[in-house]
């Protein structure tokens, strides 16, 4: 049973993967006249170099006993760490439209929140399973929790990018209150820091009061900071029921900004319809079912609160690119997961649903699942022998 429930994970995301590629090359090759200077498919293979990095990543780590992230996760959550502080040092990080975000690797970039979304995750689950005892504890379990979390927080907020930093605490914040953390402690704590730090990123950014007043009233700038969304849309309403198929989009001429990373969706909707947004959408529902039954079937607590974590990332990605996209909230530099081109992004993504697929690989039926979770509830500890023999008896029952 475990490897139809694996399966059918891994297609789901080669299908998610498959659509980025099509819509990469789609979106992207107008970018460059073919017969220029410039190769006309410089995007496509720089999307299919990491698309190719992660997935080789993502087989490696789908067969590495999942334990073992758990046993590194201080180094993995250190590693992260060093990444974010090097990104702020001038002439390290790379600053693009004011924001230093970026490393780069003969030539290569990469974005160190992308790697420090995994890196919190790992390291959110590990502590949620040490410290399984004291996380009702506001001094033992809380602040401790506040801490290793708002140093990622505060670190991304200084490139700066506010909703990445949003994105991180809540992502992390999920993970430990499934764990055991009380969500009124995390509640009152969210009350007394989000409203100063909203008020303080946005009276000292611009780009934030501009982002927000354009949300407000679209149509107040329609040619300059309300374009994008205007184009965008544009693109969506252009695509009617089944799309002005593939190639097709007229937005991607140098209409809508950004058309090949945090608005490929646009594009996608223009090009294939609501069919086709309709089946996309359908397909993240389905992986972020897929996952919730992986942590729900994991033989371990850590394994558990690892899937989960990864599930509810993608999925709230997905959500608030979407939501951008069509205007349902302040435009915010996000893409759609394994399909916006990006490299640092689909290659990390993939890493996660690698280990995705490791719990998956080692999970046990709904029968065993839910009398591991009696046994945990009631303070017992199944032994590695017995784990051992339901194995076998599972596979004398198979053959």
Not at 29 to 40: K, L, M, Q, S, W
Request: hydrophobic share 50%; aromatic share 10%; net charge positive.
């Amino acid at each position: 049973m475990q490897h139809t429930l694996r399966n059918a994970y891994l297609l789901n995301i080669l299908a998610l993967v498959g659509i980025g590629v099509v819509m990469v090359f789609s979106s992207s090759a107008i970018r460059v006249i073919p017969g220029a200077e410039a190769d006309p498919f410089i995007f496509i293979k720089r999307h299919l170099m990491f698309v190719g990095l992660g997935l080789g990543a993502m087989a490696v780590i789908a067969r590495i006993d999942y334990g073992f992230w758990q046993r590194f996760a201080k180094p993995i959550y250190l590693l992260g760490l060093a990444l974010l502080v090097l990104t702020l040092i001038p002439g390290i990080g790379t600053e693009f439209n004011g924001a230093r975000r970026w490393l780069r690797f003969g030539g290569v970039g990469i974005q160190p929140s992308d790697l420090a979304k995994l890196a919190l995750l790992i390291a959110a689950s590990s502590y949620a399973v040490v410290r399984r005892r004291d996380l009702s504890s506001i001094r033992r379990g809380f602040l401790p929790a506040c801490t290793f979390v708002g140093i990622y927080v505060v670190l991304v907020m200084a490139q700066p990018d506010f909703g990445t930093s949003l994105f991180l605490g809540a992502s992390s914040f999920l993970v430990l209150m499934v764990g055991g953390l009380r969500a009124r402690h995390l509640a009152i704590a969210a009350l007394i820091v989000l409203p100063f730090a909203s008020v303080v990123m946005y009276a000292k950014f611009d780009h934030i009061q501009v982002r927000v007043m354009t949300f407000l009233d679209p149509t107040m700038d329609p040619r300059g900071k309300g374009h994008q969304v205007k184009q965008s849309l544009i693109a969506i309403g252009s695509g009617g029921v089944e799309g002005q198929g593939l190639g097709r989009s007229m937005q991607k001429l140098y209409y809508l900004p950004e058309q090949e990373t945090d608005f490929i969706f646009a594009v996608l909707a223009e090009e294939t319809g609501f069919v086709g947004s309709a089946l996309t959408l359908a397909m993240f529902a389905s992986l972020m079912i897929l996952g919730m039954k992986v942590a729900r079937r994991s033989r371990d607590r850590f394994g558990s609160l690892l899937a989960t974590g990864i599930t509810a990332a993608i999925g709230l990605q997905a959500a608030i690119n979407i939501a951008v996209v069509t205007a349902s909230v302040p435009t915010k530099g996000i893409g759609l997961p394994f399909i916006s081109f990006g490299g640092s992004s689909c290659l990390f993504y993939l890493c996660g649903a690698g280990l995705v697929l490791s719990v998956a690989r080692r999970c046990v039926s709904e029968k065993e699942a839910f009398s591991l979770l009696q046994n945990e509830v009631a303070g017992e500890r199944q032994p590695d022998s017995a784990r051992r023999s339901a194995r076998a008896r599972r596979l004398v029952a198979s053959s």
